[in-house]
């Protein structure tokens, strides 16, 4: 077992994602994957505007980052997200955070 580290998952609206990473650019982080989704929370199709046309879907599209980080800056990395990413409107997206540890070598 290697050293001690907190899974990091934030869903993050589309345009605030290029942001989120900028801010995290010197952060010390051990890993960080990137991808595209699709889902809904409070607003289910709740109708909006993205790139200047209406749309009103079950699954809206959003941005995942997960990052793996050194337990004791996970507290600083979380604030980091959240000054970026939160904008108050529903649909901002959601951030889990999950204990784990990063093997030596892989498997």
């Known amino acids: ?3 001690l580290v907190k ?4 869903v993050v609206k589309p345009h605030l994602a ?3 990473l900028d801010a995290l650019a010197h952060a010390p982080l051990e890993a960080c994957e ?3 989704v699709k889902g809904y929370g409070r607003q289910k ?3 909006d505007e993205y790139h200047g046309s209406e749309y009103a879907l079950a699954f809206i599209p959003k941005v995942e980052i997960t990052l793996w980080v050194d337990e004791a800056r996970s507290e600083e990395i979380l604030r980091t997200i959240v000054a970026v990413a939160r904008t108050g409107r529903i649909g901002d997206g959601k951030i ?5 540890a990063i093997s030596e070598r892989a498997s």
């Open 1 to 3: 077992m290697g050293p």
């Open 7 to 10: 899974q990091i998952v934030a």
């Open 18 to 20: 290029e942001e989120v």
């Open 34 to 36: 990137v991808r595209e």
């Open 45 to 47: 199709s709740y109708l």
């Open 96 to 100: 889990f955070v999950l204990p784990t």
